[in-house]
Nanobody, 115 residues
């Protein structure tokens, strides 16, 4: 059973930084692609960043240059370093794992950026 647990969210002032973590279990982690998405109430969940097994990364244009996704295969964990945060980054952040044609989600972690 694949499980994803996000952590690291919180309240931060505009211009500040946070690092989110996504810890995975029950998966062949090192061969999987992991992505971060975010969602605000009444809007669709949107893509933020992804890292594949070869550590190739891709970012949404809205976060490119401010956010960095990385992975530690020894810890089965993916990180999202978020810098220069703005109130528009306020959302619930979810990690997503793609493995064997299936997609798995964590429970999310809330990020709130005050102006």
């Amino acid at each position: 059973q694949v499980q994803l647990v996000e952590s690291g969210g919180g309240l931060v002032q505009a211009g500040g930084s946070l690092r989110l973590s996504c810890a995975a279990s029950g998966t062949t982690f090192r061969s999987s692609s992991i992505a971060w998405y975010r969602q605000v109430p009444e809007k669709l969940r949107e893509f933020v960043a992804v890292i594949n097994s070869g550590r190739i990364t891709n970012y949404a244009s809205s976060v490119r240059g401010r956010f960095t996704i990385s992975r530690d295969n020894a810890k089965n964990t993916v990180y999202l370093q978020m810098n220069s945060l703005t109130p528009e980054d306020t959302a619930a952040y979810y990690c997503n794992l793609a493995e064997g044609g299936q997609y798995y989600w964590g429970q999310g972690t809330q990020v709130t950026v005050s102006s």
